[in-house]
């Protein structure tokens, strides 16, 4: 049961609930793309990723000098199912909008910028 409760108190806070969010919908942010979008001073933003990163809900990878976080490999199914359950319910909620949109602004900025934490682009092959 310890492991429900750390999962359920990680959730437990707004901004850590939104970081989650976040994550669920793009394979990595790193701290300076999820400061942008929740529009909070770095070190807050760096309190509540410890804190999930303690309950085993993100995970790091560190990419030269950045750090990029993703949902954690230990997450259990019921857990992923909790999380997408969440999203589903919340995808009208403004909040939820208005991170997505900005989301959608950091996506496009760091794959022209190359940034370490975009998400890898995969060539498709056509089909003749």
């Given at each position: 049961?310890?492991?429900q409760t750390h999962f359920f108190h990680a959730l437990s806070n707004d901004i850590r609930l939104r970081?989650?969010?976040l994550l669920a919908s793009e394979p990595q942010l790193s701290v300076c793309q999820l400061v942008r979008i929740l529009g909070l001073p770095q070190p807050k933003v760096s309190r509540h990723l410890a804190v999930l990163r303690e309950a085993?809900?993100?995970a790091v990878d560190r990419k030269a000098?950045?750090?990029c976080y993703?949902?954690?490999d230990t997450m259990q199914p019921w857990q992923r199912k909790v999380v997408?359950?969440?999203r589903e319910s919340l995808k009208?909620?403004?909040q939820y909008l208005a991170d997505q949109h900005m989301l959608q602004e950091i996506r496009?900025?760091?794959r022209m910028a190359n940034h370490p934490c975009a998400p890898v682009e995969h060539e498709t092959e056509e089909v003749a």
């Open positions: 049961m310890e492991q970081i989650v969010l085993g809900v993100v000098q950045w750090i993703r949902l954690g997408e359950a969440t009208n909620e403004e496009e900025r760091a």
